[in-house]
């Protein structure tokens, strides 16, 4: 049984020590600065809360690193000694934090991988993109399956990771800003609310479903009639700039990911 350890209990780190260890595949150890986020884990059997960081990655296989960009290199300083022997491997989800960068921190020839999930993880409905250094591509079929049980996984060259990571890394909040504003429309029109919400959180969650085997154009095409309300909604949404919106927010936020890597 493969030993895991999470550093960073927060929401993506949280998520997927829980599907861990509802698997019961995996011995699991949890550490974070927060003790509180520990206390939440003690109910599963296979999940060791850990004193340190250090102790965390002496006890562990898998190193997975969850926490803030700013904070990844003072964990990589202080897991090192542990590193480097027992062919123990440390995986990254902070956004920007590039390979060479955790590498530098290592001892030399630590497996490293890179990881970008989104916070849809926590339904087990995530998607995620995954790189890796060439001794870490000898795990990689292992963080992909531990990832797996979160959502989709999918293996990316390390330089469309900031690309990636604006897309779907901070996809959830756009999706959540377009159906607020749906909601709003709705009650502008007279709508109730909450039937408002039950409305677009029914829409959002069935146009998902038709995107897994249809282009988004065949979804469009299939709505819209020439001369009909979705076709008077897109020239009003046009004019309005949406699409041109959804360009300048993706490129801010991959810049922005570039940024945080330094």
């Not at 895991?4 to 260890?21: C, F, Q």
């Not at 390390?158 to 959830?172: C, I, K, N, V, Y």
């Not at 909040?173 to 909601?183: E, G, N, P, R």
Request: overall charge negative; aromatic content about 4%; proline content about 5%.
């Amino acid at each position: 049984m493969r030993r895991v350890g999470v550093i960073g209990a927060g929401k993506i780190g949280g998520s997927l020590l829980s599907r861990l260890a509802e698997s019961g595949d995996f011995e699991l150890a949890v550490s974070d600065v927060h003790p509180e986020q520990v206390e939440r884990f003690r109910r599963y059997d296979r999940v060791r809360p850990a004193s340190s960081n250090l102790e965390l990655a002496e006890a562990s296989e898998i190193v997975i690193v969850a926490v803030k960009p700013w904070d990844v290199a003072g964990v990589l300083e202080e897991i090192s000694p542990a590193m480097g022997s027992g062919g123990r491997s440390v995986t990254s989800v902070a956004a920007g934090v590039e390979i060479r960068t955790i590498e530098s921190h290592l001892p030399e020839g630590t497996p490293v991988l890179r990881v970008m999930p989104n916070v849809c993880a926590s339904v087990g409905l995530g998607a995620a993109v995954i790189t890796a250094n060439e001794p870490g591509r000898r795990v990689l079929p292992e963080v992909m399956d531990i990832f797996g049980r979160v959502g989709e996984v999918m293996e990316l060259p390390e330089r469309l990771f900031d690309a990636a990571t604006a897309l779907h890394g901070s996809g959830p909040a756009y999706v959540a800003l377009f159906a607020d504003a749906l909601i709003q429309a709705g009650v502008r029109e007279g709508l109730p609310r909450e039937v408002a919400r039950r409305l677009v959180v029914g829409t959002l969650a069935g146009t998902a479903v038709l995107l897994k085997d249809r282009s988004a154009h065949q979804v469009r095409d299939e709505v819209m009639t020439p001369g009909g309300t979705t076709a008077a909604a897109f020239v009003a949404m046009e004019k309005a700039g949406f699409v041109g919106a959804v360009y300048d927010g993706v490129n801010a936020a991959t810049r922005r990911a570039r940024e945080l890597g330094g």
